[in-house]
């Protein structure tokens, strides 16, 4: 059974930083694109960025672009999300995810596994 377990969330001030991670367990995902998610309260899940199996590819929404950097370890089946110049419509319950097919990065339906999610909070 694949477990996705995210850590590293928190408050934060806006202009900080976190790194958040997501380890997999029960089954190695270095073949599997990766993506991370986030929800905030009374909004839709919405994508945040995602990385190809290889890390050569990685894609991001445009609310984070130059903000955010996900990277990932597949020795250590670990995917992070380096969040920078935090703001306080960054503040959700961020989720990993992990797909194998084709399809749309940014589609939360594309993705087979699902983390419990961590929570980011940023205050003004």
């Known amino acids: 059974q694949v477990q996705l377990v995210e850590s590293g969330g928190g408050l934060v001030q806006a202009g900080g930083s976190l790194r958040l991670s997501c380890a997999a367990s029960g089954r190695a995902l270095s073949s599997y694109t990766k993506g991370w998610f986030r929800q905030a309260p009374g909004n839709e899940r919405e994508f945040v960025a995602a990385?190809?199996?290889?890390?050569?590819?990685?894609v991001y929404a445009d609310s984070v672009k130059g903000r955010f950097t996900i990277s990932r370890d597949n020795a250590e089946n670990t995917v992070y999300l380096q969040m920078n110049s935090l703001k306080p419509e960054d503040t959700a319950v961020y989720y990993c995810?992990?797909?194998?097919?084709?399809?749309?990065?940014?589609?939360?339906?594309?993705?087979?596994?699902w983390g419990q999610g961590t929570q980011v909070t940023v205050s003004s």
């Open positions: 990385i190809n199996w290889s890390g050569g590819t990685s």
């Open positions: 995810a992990a797909k194998y097919y084709s399809g749309s990065y940014s589609s939360a339906n594309n993705y087979d596994y």
